[in-house]
């Protein structure tokens, strides 16, 4: 590639240009000038970034290139590759944030700053990272060819600031890299961390992209391990730029290679890779870090478990996200019987599914003390079951899940027990868990909830129920008289939009600490409230959503739609979800979400793989009708999705009911007369 030349791909100059892809491509068949590739395959060419932007600049299409767009698009077309470019951006970045460093040295001429340079990076990454830093510090070689990409990177910075510019950059690289990287949500990480209590040194043993350490808070000193390289330099600059405290990233495999021997911090966070089976069983069999028992082979959560243990001082916590099997394998059942005597184990919390990857288990966190010689012998754990479901069958909130994880944990921490709640906490004695099992799943000890307990409150159940399924038959719609097949003329989505008679979005901005519930596809599917969270590492601002607004999801075996009410109004849109947003003056939002619920529709617009079916959401279809006839269709819509919602609670609550019989019939509390 020529010096200076930056690359862009199709689906870049769609970002650029605020359009999707096929109008891209629908640019290069209409337009005899439109800039020719310069690289890339017949399926997937790429273009010179300035020719692109005079092109764009030419047909009025864009007056001019958004920063962050400039900027990403050299990362992404950076010859070595976007890490590469990514790790120099984010060096220069501390440089910019120390002043004695000379900021002012990125103004300076071309042949200056590639002499000068590299020294001032080394510099600026070993007072922010330690001598041992896992960032490459390039020479001017590297640099040559870049100096556009790092002027471009401090102009974001005094856009946005440096943490902010790095974010996104990094949030981009992360939406289209072709690997996937196991991020721990923001909200699950913030609660690991407020388990964890304050401190003034964390480690994280495994810690991938580093959002458990950015959890920690700015005043906390931060130390972690990591075996891919690039992700350590990248995690390391990440940090750097949040934290005004010191950061020490280290790279290599911490239970094979421990780079922290002898550390012992105040609190230990980790997310450890699952079901490892090569983890060094052999190599360690007599590794001193196995005071509980070593390992089996299958076990290597158990292994992190102990690692994070000899890594924490007395009575310091060490918080990591599980498997729900290791708290019931048999394999392990030896580690876990100690982990209880000594007291160590203080607490499990099982999880609704969907809180971190791998999102389709429910998994669990382990809640551990390091035992001090001095310390009475603990009696009890803690164990919650914040995965239950309330009894009309909705997923907890996530505000409401943390909530009831905290309060249960500060009790029982605090006074060593916790109120009991009948099918959400308990505090049990170790003599019921220490059996041939050595079962601390949270289910399996605690009674079931007194709603569904008892006459009385199956009685509540079914009056709830009786009301219910009163409601579905005065809802159940009219069929209608029979008529022909109508023969509308027909418009896509994606006509609507270039219109504007449609504004088209997209879910998975990130919505950073703090952010909003999320209307995620399976609330979409099930009508529940918004339940989801969105994963750390995202660097826009969430599409928040409005009422009016129509939403589908583009992944499943059926085309589900919601039209968006009062209530659930300010969510953020999840991701594989499209939401729509009608132009009230053409569009009527419940005549557009009848008409995509469409078997025909469905077909037509799907592509289909081995495990799912994807719906091209612009190739989806309505009748061209005006607006009073889009009306009275919309009103009929709006009472089959009030009769849908009717059968729904029904059948929870008739589920409830029959499992509450079950229960009471076999325990004794609802006699069989």
Known sequence: MPENRTDVTAAGIARLAGVGRAAVSNWRRRHADFPKPVGGTDTSPVFDLADVEQWLRDQGKLAQVPLRERVWQQIEGDPEGAVTALRLVGAVLLLRDQPTRRPELITADDRRLTRELPGALAEALRARLGEDHPVPVPSGTELTGRLALLRGGMELANELGARQAYTFLMGRHLEAGPRQYTLTPAPLSELMAELAGPAELVLDPACGFGGLLGAAGPTTTVIGQEADPDLAALTAVRLALHTDQEVRIRVGDSLRADAHTGVRADVVLCHPPFNERSWGHEELAYDTRWEYGLPPRTESELAWVQHALAHVRENGCAVLLMPPAAASRRSGRRIRADL???????????????????????????????????????????????????????????????????????????????????????????????????????????????????????????????????????????????????????????????????????????????????????????????????????????????????????????????VIDEATAGAALGRNVYLLRPDPATLDPWFLAGFLRSSANNRQASSFTTSATRIDVRRLQVPRLPLADQQRYGERFRAVAAFEEATRLAARLGELLVQGLYDGLTDGSISPS
């Open 340 to 562: 209880l005597r000594r007291g160590a184990l203080r607490a499990v919390v099982a999880l609704p599914a969907g809180v971190a990857p791998p999102y389709g288990i429910p998994l669990h966190l382990w809640v551990l003390r390091r035992p001090a010689a001095d310390a009475p012998q603990p009696q009890r754990l803690l164990l919650v079951n914040a995965a239950e479901q309330s009894d009309g069958g909705e997923k907890l909130p996530w505000q409401e899940l943390r909530n009831t994880v905290l309060a249960d944990w500060y009790a029982f921490d605090h006074d060593g027990a916790a109120p009991e709640r009948p099918g959400v906490s308990r505090t049990v004695p170790l003599v019921d868990l220490l059996d041939d099992d050595v079962d601390v799943t949270p289910a399996r000890h605690l009674p079931i909830r007194a709603a569904s307990t008892g006459g009385a409150g199956l009685s509540e159940v079914r009056e709830r129920l009786t009301d219910a399924l009163r409601s579905t038959v005065e809802l159940a719609p009219v069929v209608g008289v029979q008529g022909a097949l109508a023969r509308w003329p027909m418009t896509s989505l994606g006509e609507l939009a270039r219109t504007g008679a449609l504004l088209m979005r997209t879910g998975g901005a990130g919505a950073g600490t703090g952010g909003p519930p999320v209307l995620s596809e399976h609330d979409i599917v099930s009508g529940g409230a918004p339940s989801g969270v969105l994963p750390e590492g995202e660097d826009e601002e969430p599409v928040l959503i409005r009422a009016g607004d129509v939403v589908i999801p583009v992944l499943g075996r059926g085309t589900a739609t919601r």
